[in-house]
């Protein structure tokens, strides 16, 4: 999957798509079908996602709470799972947010990337002030010659699919119900980054990962299948991880923090995909070390035991 950030520097390979427009904040459900649409609508056409970095919501409010299901790596992994053959991450920035609906339009989706079909959501607003909507769009298709598809707003069992409703489901410590909406585990991806090493005394060496400007599910302890992407452990394995600030030990930056079962190496700088599978209990400050590593083994045990039922 070939990535392009620039509308205004596009090689002429990389034009004549048929693409979903969108954030895509954990290609859920209704993302993924958007996509098929847009490849349904030109099989002949190479298959690309037009999406933002940083989100819009990051770049207009940069102090709020962070809201992010994946980062930018972690979409692109999934969106390249998806068979997207062009992936059009563009910069976000002052001269993007200034352009008017037209403008977004002419610039951007006609002249620059030089696409054939766009595909997006009913709830779709683009430009300026979020000016444009969905009729705007079709409107300005007929006049420069790209087509629009408007696509339906998808539901599952757990009611209509989005990422507010997935955001809800995480904090709830309900990952199951946001895999329900999402097609797939929810999962953090990211660098293992060195840490305090107390797992390794306790004896539960963890892999540490930071969750810096992602929404922060429950805190606590979760059942996790872990994919390590790179490096000479590269592979699947089953394990448990705890999210949270370690109130044990009196830090308060939130990590991710996770045990790999029958695993022996070192992971630091590696690329690792963790998902979360169930949610066990709440992270808790113990009176002893001894009482920790019960409940660690606790934990471990019953997450072998959920693991091994999938």
């Known amino acids: ?17 048929t693409v979903a427009i969108g954030n ?19 099989p002949d056409a190479p298959l690309g996602v037009v999406t933002f970095e940083p989100h819009p919501r990051e770049y207009f409010a940069p102090d709020a709470p962070p809201f992010r299901l994946m980062n930018a790596t972690a979409r692109a992994t999934r969106l390249r799972k998806l068979g997207v053959n062009v992936l059009y991450e563009l910069n ?34 683009f430009g300026k002030g979020r000016a444009g909507d ?26 209509a699919v989005s990422s507010t409703a ?27 980054i060195g840490g305090e090493q107390r797992g390794r005394e306790l004896g539960y060496p ?10 922060p599910p429950k805190f606590g ?17 089953h394990g448990a991880s705890s999210i949270g600030v370690r109130p044990m030990f009196g830090e308060n930056r939130a990590n991710l923090e996770t045990f790999l079962f029958d695993f022996t190496g070192d992971l630091y700088g590696a690329t690792v995909s963790v998902a979360l ?30 693991l091994s039922a999938l």
């Open 1 to 17: 999957m070939k990535i392009v950030r620039d509308y205004q520097f596009v090689a002429g390979a990389d034009k004549g798509a």
């Open 24 to 42: 895509f904040d954990g290609v859920h459900f209704g993302h993924q079908a958007v996509i098929k649409l847009a490849r349904d609508a030109m």
């Open 92 to 125: 976000f920035n002052s001269q993007l947010a200034a352009l008017t609906p037209e403008g977004f339009a002419a610039n951007v989706i006609s002249k620059g990337l030089g696409l054939r079909h766009v595909v997006v959501g009913a709830d779709f607003c």
């Open 134 to 159: 969905v009729n705007d769009l079709r409107r300005f298709g007929t006049e420069m010659g790209f087509g629009v598809t408007v696509a339906d707003l998808v539901t599952a069992d757990s009611g």
């Open 166 to 192: 997935i955001r809800t489901a995480l904090s709830d410590g309900n990952p199951r119900q946001a895999a329900d909406m999402l097609g797939h585990w929810h999962r953090i991806e990211g660098e293992v």
């Open 206 to 215: 963890t892999a540490n990962m930071s969750i810096d400007g992602l929404h």
């Open 221 to 237: 302890v979760y059942a996790v299948l872990v994919d390590v992407l790179d490096g000479p452990h590269a592979g699947s394995y």
């Open 277 to 306: 599978v169930e949610y066990l209990r709440p992270e808790l400050k113990f009176d002893s070390l001894e009482a920790l590593i019960t409940q660690m083994n606790d934990d471990c045990a019953k997450a072998r035991t959920i």
